[in-house]
């Protein structure tokens, strides 16, 4: 299994960024996929899910300002992210659901702060 997250970084409130997960041909095509995050002291959240055939589903708290992708031909999940807010601050993972792998990545720091 490989997991690999990019595309974090810095970002004033309000600003937006857009997250890439390369991940194992097995993992990718055999199941549906999620950005999960966590934020210091916290527990990792579920925010966004989109299973084999594209339909996605959304935390509240991201729900019409994140927008998960996937490209089957690359083995890759997309996470874009608009009018981000320092609750958005956290470590990002991509893992499958609804069971993850054991396995995971570094994760990638998103980070929103004036």
């Known amino acids: 299994v490989q997991l690999v997250e990019s595309g974090g970084g810095l970002v004033q409130p309000g600003g937006s960024l857009r997250l890439s997960c390369a991940a194992s041909?097995?993992?990718?095509?055999?199941?549906?996929m999620g950005w999960f995050r966590r934020a210091p002291g916290d527990q990792r959240e579920l925010v966004a899910t989109?299973?084999?055939?594209?339909?996605?589903s959304y935390a509240a708290s991201v729900k019409g300002r994140f927008t998960i992708s996937r490209d089957s031909a690359k083995n890759t999940l997309y996470l874009q992210m608009k009018d981000l807010k320092p609750d958005d601050t956290a470590v990002y993972y991509c893992?499958?659901?609804?069971?993850?792998?054991?396995?995971w990545g570094q994760g990638t720091q998103v980070t929103v702060s004036s």
């Open positions: 893992n499958a659901v609804p069971k993850p792998s054991s396995y």
């Open positions: 989109i299973n084999r055939n594209g339909d996605t």
């Open positions: 041909g097995s993992i990718f095509s055999g199941y549906a």
